[in-house]
């Protein structure tokens, strides 16, 4: 993989997490897992999730010293 970091869908069957994408994983690749609720439509969970990220991105975003780059 080219990318550092890549989201792929996945669910866990009970014993074992499933990837729901093919991907090509080298053994012993770190990966982060990301538990989601149960309910909710996928739409809704990615709206939440963006949603959750928002403060993060305003204090990116945000802030005193990239204010020079607004009067461009």
Do not use: C
């Not at 439509?41 to 945000?62: C, G, P, Y």
Request: no cysteine; hydrophobic share 45%.
């Amino acid at each position: 993989m080219s990318t550092i970091l890549m989201t792929v869908p996945a669910h866990f069957d009970g014993a074992y997490i499933r990837l729901d994408a093919e991907i090509a994983l080298k053994p012993n690749t770190p990966l982060l897992v990301t538990i989601l609720r149960e309910e909710g439509s996928h739409l809704t969970l990615v709206r939440d999730a963006m949603q959750q990220s928002e403060a993060a991105f305003a204090r990116v975003w945000e802030n005193d010293e990239d204010a020079i780059y607004d009067q461009l």
